[in-house]
């Protein structure tokens, strides 16, 4: 998809999307502040919404309590709250990624490892950018964007006004934008050679998924990286993003996965393993708010409705 084919902004005048102009108004400011101030908004955006968005909340502390059983519970409290302001840093980000010119968005930033992504992209068969929802996601991927090219996948937003916006700026930064499920585009683009951003660490269940351990927990996993490079002999050249202490980021690509692919269930826990080690480094930039345990294996409760047992 092309940004001439995004519907455009003048499409949502309507009264009913007001409340979206406002607050892409707010987030449109806030890039413009120092960047320490508007981490700073960023977290207390977070924390105030942690506070009315009940229901996340509770997501939040129970896949805490799933993934970090050995912590007490006020450690857990504490990884709560400091994810919920790294949440709401990720939606100032998620505007920096939008507003920000390229130059502004390099100079907070660095990538380790980009020898990596030129080895694999010059055998010429297709790369799989594989890497996580962290917090960090949007304005990571347009930070890598500023030095290599690749295609992205995108998920529909509920919100056509959010959407539309997401879009255009992924548009802007890539050569080829579709839909996570379009995966007849996502093959021409490997076979043609291209890098194609991709995350497979959401519950989307469906007959394509297997049960893998992701914190020792079955996690309904899809396969579809391993049957990606399967059928397309790309690369699976994997990178990570986080952001550091003193407010900058760091993107860290690896180098392409040996003995890859596999078989699918192995090759599947072999990537949640990956992508669990990133996330311990930095536990409170991933994106606790998904219900990453929500299809379960048969005879299995539902996690999110089940009280957990709690530490003594």
């Known amino acids: 998809m092309s940004a001439a084919l995004v519907p455009g902004l003048s499409s949502f005048l309507a009264p009913h999307h007001w409340p979206t102009w406002v607050g892409l108004g707010i987030t449109r400011a806030a890039v413009a502040l120092p960047h320490e101030t508007r981490l700073a908004l960023g977290a207390q955006l977070g924390k105030t919404l ?3 968005v009940t229901s996340r909340r509770i997501t939040v502390e129970t896949n805490l309590q799933l993934c970090f059983p050995t912590l007490t519970d006020e450690e857990r409290h504490c990884l709560a709250q400091r994810h ?7 939606m100032i980000e998620t505007a920096m990624s939008w507003w920000l010119d ?20 010059a055998k010429q068969q297709g790369i799989i950018l594989f890497t996580g929802h962290f917090t960090t996601l949007e304005l990571a991927a347009h930070l890598l964007a500023t030095h290599v090219p690749f295609h992205a996948m995108y998920r529909p937003l509920r919100n056509p006004l959010a959407d539309a916006t997401t879009l255009r700026a992924r548009c802007r930064r890539s050569p080829r934008v579709y839909a996570r499920d379009d995966v007849r585009s996502m093959l021409r683009s490997l076979k043609e050679g291209a890098a194609v951003w991709y995350a497979m660490d959401q519950d989307q269940g469906g007959a394509q998924a297997v049960f893998a351990p992701f914190f020792g927990v079955p996690a309904s996993t899809i396969t579809t990286t391993s049957r990606l490079a399967r059928i397309t002999g790309a690369a699976v050249v994997p990178y990570w993003p986080m952001r ?8 860290r690509i690896l180098p392409a996965l040996e003995g890859f692919p596999s078989d699918p269930a192995e090759d599947t826990a072999r990537l949640n393993a990956l992508l669990e080690s990133w996330i311990r480094e930095v536990p409170e ?3 606790w708010v998904h219900r990453r345990f929500k299809t379960r294996p048969p005879g299995c409760p539902d ?3 089940t ?3 709690q530490n003594t």
């Open 84 to 90: 919920l302001e790294s949440l709401g840093m990720g």
């Open 285 to 287: 930039q991933y994106l």
């Open 102 to 121: 390229d130059a502004a968005l390099r100079a907070l930033g660095e990538i380790e490892g980009l020898e990596h992504f030129y080895t694999a992209m």
């Open 303 to 305: 996690l999110y409705t």
């Open 244 to 251: 550091l202490p003193d407010g900058r980021y760091r993107i």
């Open 307 to 309: 009280t957990l047992p």
């Open 50 to 52: 942690g506070k009315w």
